[in-house]
C-alpha cells in the first residue's frame, strides 16, 4: 500500500508542477526539464510515471468532472450538465484555469469539447432531436456557447457567479433548441 501511496503522491507533485508552470509562463514553453526541476524529481522517475508534458497535462483531466459530464437517459431538463459544471469550474479553478486558461496551449480545449458534443448529442435526441446534419450543427453551437463562456469566465472576463452562468448559457442556448426540436418533429 505504501508503495501506491508514493507512487500516487510522485504522480500528483508531477502534475502540480506542471499546472504552475503553464500558469507561469504557458504550456507551450514548459518542457519536461521544467516539470522535473519543479517537481523535485529525477528525469528516470518522471518517464517511470508519465511518457511525455502531454500525458501529464490528460492526466490532470482525470479529476475534473466537469469534462466527463453525466449522460442522460431520457428526456428531462436539457442541459442538465450546465450548473454542476459550473460549479465544479468554480471549486477547481486553479486547475481549471491551467488547463483551459489562455496559457494552456488548446489541448484540452479540443478534448473537452469532444467529451460534451457527445454528451450534449445524447440529450438533444433523448428529447426528441432526429440523427441529421442539423443536429450536428445543433451541438456545435450549444458546445461552442458553452465552451466560450466557460473560457471567458476562466480566463477572469467575467466574475459571474456558476448560476449566472448557467442562466446566461440558457438564455442564449435553450430557445433556439427548442426551436430546432420543434421544427424536427412539427
Known amino acids: ?9 510522485t504522480r500528483r507533485m508531477i502534475q502540480e508542477a506542471l499546472v504552475a508552470l503553464i500558469l507561469e509562463k ?8 521544467d516539470i522535473i526541476d519543479r517537481a523535485d524529481v529525477g528525469r528516470s522517475t518522471f ?24 449522460p442522460v437517459d431520457g428526456p428531462g431538463e436539457l442541459f442538465a450538465f450546465s450548473l454542476p459544471t459550473f460549479e465544479h469550474v468554480h471549486e477547481q479553478r486553479r486547475l481549471v484555469r491551467a488547463l483551459m486558461g489562455r496559457r494552456s496551449g488548446g489541448l484540452v480545449h479540443a478534448r ?3 467529451l460534451l458534443a457527445a454528451v450534449v448529442r ?19 453551437c450549444v458546445v461552442g456557447a458553452f465552451m466560450g463562456l466557460l473560457r471567458a469566465w476562466v480566463d477572469g472576463e467575467s466574475a459571474a457567479s456558476p448560476a449566472e452562468l448557467d442562466a446566461a448559457f ?4 435553450e430557445p433556439g433548441v427548442r426551436a430546432a426540436l420543434k421544427g424536427q418533429n412539427g
Request: no cysteine; glycine share 8%; proline share 1%.
Open 170 to 173: 440558457r438564455a442564449a442556448i
Open 1 to 9: 500500500m505504501s508503495g501506491d501511496r508514493r507512487v500516487r503522491r
Open 47 to 70: 518517464y517511470a510515471h508519465f511518457t511525455d508534458k502531454q500525458d501529464v497535462l490528460f492526466s490532470n483531466l482525470d479529476g475534473l468532472a466537469f469534462l466527463h459530464p453525466a
Open 26 to 33: 504557458g504550456y507551450d514553453a514548459v518542457t519536461v526539464t
Open 112 to 114: 473537452g469539447e469532444q
Open 122 to 140: 445524447k440529450e438533444l435526441l433523448a428529447a426528441g432531436a432526429r440523427a441529421s446534419a442539423a443536429l450536428d450543427l445543433l451541438v456545435v
